[in-house]
Nanobody
């Protein structure tokens, strides 16, 4: 069994920054970790992913250059640093864990979600 806990969301003005954290308790530390988000009335979408070794990251085009994903396997956490936030970044952000390639096939483990709201 595994568990993910998301934290770090909040309210910020456009142009500001937030840092999300995903704390993992998983059967293996080799799982890829990633973030998805869901805006009101929209489907959940891929945001970013980092592989098990922390050597490769993938980003949605909409966040590339503004968001950075990282992980620390010594404490089983992943972080999403979000800079230059825009109102369209508003949504509930979910941590996800599974095999590499979360963009194509989401993993079996999900966090509970954390709300990010960006005001104009």
């Amino acid at each position: 069994q595994g568990r993910l806990v998301d934290s770090g969301g909040g309210l910020v003005q456009a142009g500001g920054s937030l840092r999300l954290t995903c704390t993992a308790s998983l059967p293996s530390r080799h799982y890829a970790l990633g973030w998805f988000r869901q805006a009101p009335g929209k489907e959940r979408e891929f945001v970013a992913e980092i592989n098990g070794g922390g050597t490769f990251a993938d980003y949605a085009d909409s966040v590339k250059g503004r968001f950075t994903i990282s992980r620390d396997n010594t404490v089983a956490t992943a972080a999403l640093q979000m800079n230059e936030l825009k109102p369209e970044d508003t949504g509930v952000y979910y941590c996800n864990a599974g095999a590499n390639g979360l963009r194509r096939s989401t993993g079996r483990y999900w966090g509970q979600g954390t709300q990010v709201t960006v005001s104009p």
